[in-house]
């Protein structure tokens, strides 16, 4: 039994009716799926931060933003890194061993908490109550600081000090060191914050 030409065009119709909608709705899924996928804002949040390191003087502090947060990257002198070795018994963990999987990079777990000793890398955050403390490099006695001071970081809100490597005092509000986050060197001059493949 042959198909009559009536059935043809109606087989051609439904044919063409039903590829119309398929792509109609394919169309119409495709921006529906896509957000799903996080935003280019969002990406931008969370990836790696490069950072050109080149004209850090020694004794100088460069500060970029990291998923957030604000990241310190300081050039160490001779002399701040030899006072880490002062401060050593007046800290609270001066070997990094509270929280180390979230606070201190393995590579990270020694004295300078650091992969090149004069080059300190960490989280510009408080760990009492998320402020931003300030940097005060200078040693000796000064105002909301000890006489000995052997230059570091305080927290203006609560009166958390920090070493030169981030490390909190004892009998301080912060319970914890400051956080070094995860960070590699691509070369003598670029760093790269937030990731540590190599490292």
């Known amino acids: ?11 051609t119709w439904i044919i063409a ?11 119409a899924a495709i921006p ?15 990836a790696a931060v490069e950072v ?13 933003e990291w998923r957030g947060k604000p990241v310190w990257i300081v050039r160490r002198t001779p002399e701040q890194l030899e006072s880490l070795k ?20 393995e590579y990270a777990r020694n004295q300078a908490r650091s992969i090149w000793p004069e080059i300190f890398v960490g989280v510009g955050i408080c760990s009492h109550l998320g402020c931003s403390p300030s940097d005060k490099f200078q040693t000796g006695a000064q105002a909301s600081l000890p006489d000995d001071w052997n230059g570091g970081f305080l927290c203006p809100c609560h009166g958390s000090t920090f070493d030169m490597a981030g490390r909190v005092y004892k ?21 790269l914050i ?6």
Do not use: W
């Open 52 to 64: 050109d390191i080149s004209a850090l003087k020694p004794g100088e502090k460069l500060t970029v």
């Open 194 to 199: 937030g990731e540590d493949k190599k490292a």
């Open 86 to 105: 002062k401060t050593e018994a007046l800290l609270a963990d001066p070997q990094s061993k509270r929280n180390p999987s979230e606070l201190t990079p």
């Open 17 to 27: 009716s039903g590829c119309a909608g398929a792509i109609g709705g394919v169309t």
């Open 32 to 46: 529906f799926v896509s957000t799903f996928q996080p935003s280019e804002r969002a990406k931008a949040a969370g």
């Open 171 to 191: 009998n301080k509000p912060a319970p914890d060191n400051l956080e070094v986050p995860p960070h590699m060197y691509l070369s003598d001059t670029k760093l």
């Open 1 to 11: 039994m042959s198909d009559t030409p009536a059935d043809n065009s109606k087989r």
